[in-house]
């Protein structure tokens, strides 16, 4: 939506500028405006961002930073020569809340599941490191993103029922990676099984995806090539289907079903 704008505004100054002038300057003046559009477009969100003051709780769920994200998302996208391909997306519950598992491959990350699940208003649980990066933190901060100290169980825990809250309010959506790091070489490995916690206490579906290739976004960007990403919703997990299930079950559960979509080779050794 965001590129139709400034084409539209790129087509308007174009015209302008080629008034009463040579028309073969036209296209010129249009991919001009469109390049200057565009970079202004991305200031002015970003300003935005760090205008955000930390200090201050997010008591709600902001529709005005929400529109600046996927209006961020979708200028990054094709800048960063992204080429997504969805799947199973129609799966998504049409109504109420869920906790959303992915693996986890790099940082763009959340902004291809912001951008894929942009009508579910996702708060992501995150590690407190990505609190202190540049605009990174005030644009969590925004999203009412949960920060996990993972080398601490009691405070860990306490951001799980802070998750739980947030869905029992009717507040927001939760995204978690489960593996709970980075994978580093592309595999999926060992699930934290305590974020089904968050599942088993509001008994919501439990949306199953896989993420591809969102770990060479940045090497083929700087090669100039277009990276083609792919975004799987495996399967919907409904609360009859795990009720009474432990928390490892669940986890055991779900890490086959991303491995029947990602493929054997994506298994690591400890699994």
């Not at 770990?215 to 409904?238: E, G, P």
């Not at 009720?243 to 400890?270: F, Q």
Request: proline residues 4%; charged residues 20%.
């Amino acid at each position: 939506m965001i590129f139709k704008w400034i084409a539209l505004g790129s087509l308007v100054l174009a015209a302008a500028a080629a008034f009463g002038g040579p028309l073969w300057l036209a296209p010129v003046w249009f991919a001009a405006a469109f390049a200057g559009l565009t970079v202004l477009a991305l200031l002015v969100i970003i300003v935005a961002f760090l205008l955000v003051d930390e200090r201050k709780p997010r008591e709600k769920d902001s529709p005005f930073y929400r529109a600046l994200t996927e209006g961020l998302v979708q200028l990054l996208i094709p800048l960063a020569r992204v080429r997504l391909h969805t799947q199973g997306l129609e799966k998504t519950p049409g109504e109420g809340r869920f906790l959303l598992v992915c693996n986890h491959l790099g940082m763009p990350d959340p902004a291809v599941l912001v951008h894929c699940f942009k009508d579910s208003q996702l708060a992501f649980i995150s590690k407190r490191e990505n609190d202190n990066m540049f605009v990174v933190g005030k644009l969590m901060h925004t999203l009412r993103c949960q920060l996990i100290n993972r080398e601490n169980d009691r405070e860990a825990l306490k951001t799980i029922l802070s998750c739980i809250r947030l869905i029992k309010d009717d507040e927001n959506s939760i995204a978690v990676f489960p593996e709970g790091y980075t994978s580093l070489d592309g595999k999926l490995h060992h699930f934290r099984s305590g974020v089904f916690k968050i599942a088993q206490k509001t008994g919501v579906p439990i949306l199953v995806c896989t993420l591809q290739n969102t770990d060479k976004i940045l090497h083929n960007f700087l090669r100039l090539r277009t990276t083609d990403v792919h975004l799987h919703l495996v399967q919907v997990i409904q609360p009859e289907e795990y009720r009474g299930k432990s928390t490892i079950e669940i986890a055991n559960e779900v890490y086959e079903m991303m491995i029947a979509d990602l493929g054997e080779e994506y298994r690591s050794p400890e699994n």
